[in-house]
């Protein structure tokens, strides 16, 4: 298990990590670009520095950059001979998109210590005082690696993910963790975002809104999230957010067509058309579970196949045997 870690950032995603990982054990060391939250988080047992330079002095096993991808450029500049001075340091962070965060990590000439990560983990909720532990519970997590990626730093972050942490994990590329996020994190949180302005704009906006019960509820939580945090995400993804909107409107479209045309057979085969995901949900996750030995060549390839079966990574057995649940798979 990982013994030291370092944070940068104690907002909803850091501020969670760093009270979960200290009440399991681990020496937290934390640094918030404002010092707010230092009195309470040092009562739970997390030592604040002032400065940055001070997560290195600690000499953590894993350093987890939880700032918005915006100031990273920044962070990742004061970082670099910080790191230069501790080799053994791996770098890692918790951003929705991973390879703009990959391309600044090796413009810093940071990339020999990075893998990135990004916890499936939050709410519509920010800051210090929505940090809760159990914001963690049952989580999975993304690890992304690309070839150049050493083993030993992949397993430092992994250890934390699953071992400290208590998580599930599943390992991917840049391209492909970012067009599946987009698929079921930013571009949702664009349709809700749609949702609640086509509201607004109704004059019977509040007739609807009292007539509103848990469809629309579980339809348009996200869309309750700080605007702002959400343009940057979907900002920081736009290729991919851009492709699957014109998509989706294109999906649309034809149900309106249908439904103008009164095509029944159309509109039933519309409704009918996701059912492997209602019986894949029904079905639940984990139902069993095996090792998974990684090959010392290709491992990255080989977690990558891993997760599109399905399979998540769930503990060590030890260095190079991966305990993983398979759940039921579209």
């Not at 053994?88 to 951003?95: A, K, P």
């Amino acid at each position: 298990m990982v013994e030291k870690v370092a944070i940068a950032g104690l907002g909803l995603i850091g501020g969670s990590l760093a009270r979960r990982l200290a009440a399991r054990g681990v020496e937290v060391t934390a640094w918030n670009h404002r010092p707010h939250p230092y009195a309470q988080a040092e009562a739970e047992g997390i030592h604040c520095v002032p400065a940055l330079d001070g997560l290195v002095d600690a000499e953590p096993d894993v350093l987890v950059l939880c700032n918005p991808l915006k100031a990273m450029p920044d962070m990742l500049h004061s970082l670099k001979p910080l790191l230069n001075a501790h080799p053994d340091i791996t770098l890692t962070d918790v951003g929705s998109v991973k390879a703009e965060v990959r391309a600044q990590v090796a413009e810093a000439g940071l990339g020999e210590c990075y893998v990135g990560a990004h916890p499936m983990a939050g709410n519509e909720l920010s800051g210090w005082q929505a940090a809760n532990p159990a914001l963690y519970d049952n989580a999975l997590w993304a690890l992304t690696v690309d070839e150049r990626t050493e083993y030993r730093r992949f397993l430092a972050v992994a250890r934390l993910v699953a071992d400290n942490v208590g998580n599930r994990l599943i390992v991917l590329d840049d391209d492909t963790h970012d067009s599946c996020a987009a698929m079921i994190s930013h571009m949702p949180h664009v349709v809700a975002t749609a949702l609640i302005n086509e509201l607004v704009g109704d004059e019977n906006r509040n007739i609807a809104a009292a007539l509103a019960a848990g469809s629309w509820r579980d339809m348009t939580r996200v869309a309750l999230t700080d605007p702002n945090r959400t343009r940057a995400m979907v900002d920081e993804d736009a290729a991919n957010v851009e492709h699957l909107l014109r998509h989706m409107a294109s999906r649309l479209t034809v149900v309106a067509d249908n439904l103008r045309d009164g095509d029944a057979d159309a509109i039933k085969s519309f409704f009918a058309e996701g059912q492997p995901f209602r019986d894949y949900k029904a079905n639940g996750n984990g139902v069993e579970t095996r090792n998974l030995p990684i090959p010392p060549q290709g491992w990255q390839q080989a977690l990558l196949q891993s997760a599109r079966r399905g399979e998540a990574l769930t503990g060590f057995l030890d260095d190079r045997t991966a305990r993983i649940s398979t759940p039921k798979a579209m």
